[in-house]
């Protein structure tokens, strides 16, 4: 059973950066695409980015992109997504989520962490 663990989140003022961690566990991690979600209050979870389990290949949402980064190191299992220049528009709970896939798309995840609130304030 694979498991993910967020963490990395806080609250910072616009413009400031954070970073996310996605560790996971029952799993070898470069045999696993890897997401990121965010849900804001009231709203629908969104795709924020994904990386293949190489790590060669990444998706963004328009959103975030030039804005965040995600990179990973296999060796530790572990996923990050770089947060830089945050808008207010940012606050949300963020989730990582894996799938057994070479491809890092959009959607189709079998696997989803706890999530872990990024809160941005102006």
């Known amino acids: 059973q694979v498991q993910l663990v967020e963490s990395g989140g806080g609250s910072v003022q616009a413009g400031c950066p954070l970073r996310g961690s996605c560790v996971a566990s029952g799993c070898t991690s470069s045999d696993y695409s890897t997401g990121w979600f965010r849900q804001a209050p009231g709203k629908e979870r969104e795709f924020v980015a994904a990386i293949s389990g190489s790590g060669l290949s990444e998706t963004y949402a328009a959103s975030v992109k030039g804005r965040f980064a995600m990179s990973r190191d296999n060796a530790k299992n572990t996923v990050y997504l770089q947060m830089n220049s945050l808008k207010p528009e940012d606050t949300a709970v963020y989730f990582c989520?894996?799938?057994?896939?070479?491809?890092?798309?959009?959607?189709?995840?079998?696997?989803w962490g706890q999530g872990t609130q990024v809160t941005v304030s102006s």
């Open positions: 989520a894996a799938k057994r896939s070479a491809i890092a798309g959009i959607n189709e995840y079998d696997y």
